[in-house]
């Protein structure tokens, strides 16, 4: 059982810039690929970043291709999610995710935990 907890979400301007925060804890972190989804109001959850065990594969959505960047400290356990240049589009609920298996890949399903979500929101 793996248990993610995210943080740093808050209400910011149009350009500003965030780092989400995603902490791991629980029976074992070692092998995990992870992902970052959000969800904005009236839309399903979409993927956003990825990114495999090693570090070797990363994976991004084509909205934030650019502007996000997602990394990992294996020894702390937290995945970070970097987001630069927001804008109103990128108000959502951020969702951390693990999967056992895989490289960070943008399919939920391929995702075998989930976190509680944090709120970002970009005001115009």
């Known amino acids: 059982q793996v248990q993610l907890v995210e943080s740093g979400g808050r209400l910011v301007q149009i350009g500003d810039s965030l780092r989400l925060s995603c902490a791991a804890s629980?029976?074992?972190?070692?092998?995990?690929?992870m992902g970052w989804f959000r969800q904005a109001p009236g839309k399903e959850r979409e993927f956003v970043a990825g990114?495999?065990?090693?570090?070797?594969?990363?994976n991004y959505a084509d909205s934030v291709k650019g502007r996000f960047t997602i990394s990992r400290d294996n020894a702390k356990t937290v995945v970070y999610l970097q987001m630069n240049s927001l804008t109103p589009e990128d108000t959502a609920i951020y969702y951390c995710?693990?999967?056992?298996?895989?490289?960070?890949?943008?399919?939920?399903?391929?995702?075998?935990?989930w976190g509680q979500g944090t709120q970002v929101t970009v005001s115009s």
């Open positions: 990114i495999s065990w090693s570090t070797d594969r990363i």
């Open positions: 629980g029976r074992t972190f070692s092998g995990y690929a």
């Open positions: 995710a693990a999967a056992r298996m895989g490289s960070g890949s943008g399919f939920a399903g391929a995702y075998d935990y």
